[in-house]
């Protein structure tokens, strides 16, 4: 969501992207990074996905994922949110961590090639 900025006369100035949290301050994150480093299968992996989250929870991640590879291989957003399916304003988000974000996108998507 983006926030504007109003001068002193209440009248609006620029729109600035709201920042993601660090995903280090999300209060769990590395306690939930080491549960999932434990898991030793797909099997395993699937399995405490499944318990983890919700059914539409799952298939926003999943959906996301498939955003990243699609992203990833140059095909275009309106065709991605036909493809998927999701929104545009999703894809573009999606795109913009494939791109500029800690690199956790990138990461797997070169070993999902290799």
Same mark, same amino acid.
């Given at each position: ?20 949290? #660090? ?6 994150? *590395?306690? @939930? +990074?080491?549960?999932?480093? $434990?898991?030793?299968?797909? /099997? !395993? ?5 499944? #318990? ?6 799952? *298939?926003? @991640? +999943?959906?996301?994922?498939? $955003?990243?590879?699609?992203? /990833? !291989? ?41």
């Amino acid at each position: 969501m983006a926030r504007v900025r109003t001068s002193a006369g209440g009248l609006p100035q620029a729109t600035l992207p709201e920042r993601e949290p #660090d995903p280090e301050a999300i209060e769990g994150i *590395e306690d @939930l +990074a080491a549960a999932i480093r $434990t898991l030793r299968s797909d /099997d !395993e992996v699937t399995r405490f996905l499944r #318990d983890l989250c919700t059914r539409a929870e799952l *298939e926003a @991640l +999943a959906h996301r994922w498939k $955003t990243a590879q699609l992203v /990833d !291989e140059g095909v275009p957003y309106l065709e991605i949110a036909e493809r998927v399916p999701t929104s545009t304003a999703t894809v573009t988000r999606v795109a913009q961590w494939v791109r500029h974000g800690t690199g956790g996108y990138r990461i797997a998507l070169e070993r999902r090639r290799r």
